[in-house]
């Protein structure tokens, strides 16, 4: 099927401008795909859980846009998850604060 330059809908000129321009989609796509790949390289769990966080909005975001349910239902379900350990890691860390903190010194003291 020609339009009204003769070209075929999906032409060359069409793809290769459709290719250069990158969509919202897209780039909220890119964005959860390389914080999904940041949580490989963190050395904190507390850390690791925030990017999590963030690569779960973001893909939700992306399913939304895309409309890809299975991406949209996985990110929901993890979404709660990581929040949910990263609750768990923050009391944690207080409560090891805490026992640091109320713990006497055990250096004698010279008299």
């Known amino acids: 099927m020609a339009d009204e330059t003769g070209e075929g809908i999906g032409?060359?000129?069409e793809t290769s401008a459709r290719e250069?321009?990158?969509?919202?989609g897209d780039a909220t796509g890119w964005l959860a795909a390389a914080l999904t790949l940041l949580t490989f390289s963190m050395q904190s769990m507390t850390a690791l859980r925030l990017v999590a966080v963030a690569a779960n909005i973001s893909f939700i975001a992306?399913?939304?846009?895309?409309s890809l349910a299975p991406v949209l239902v996985l990110h929901l379900l993890l979404f709660p998850c990581n929040l949910v350990r990263l609750?768990?890691?923050?009391?944690?860390?207080?409560n090891h604060d805490r026992a640091a903190a109320s713990k006497p010194d055990n250096k004698r003291k010279a008299t």
Do not use: C, F, I, P
């Open 11 to 13: 032409s060359a000129r």
């Open 20 to 24: 250069r321009s990158m969509s919202a």
């Open 62 to 66: 992306y399913a939304l846009v895309t």
């Open 87 to 94: 609750g768990q890691l923050l009391v944690a860390q207080r």
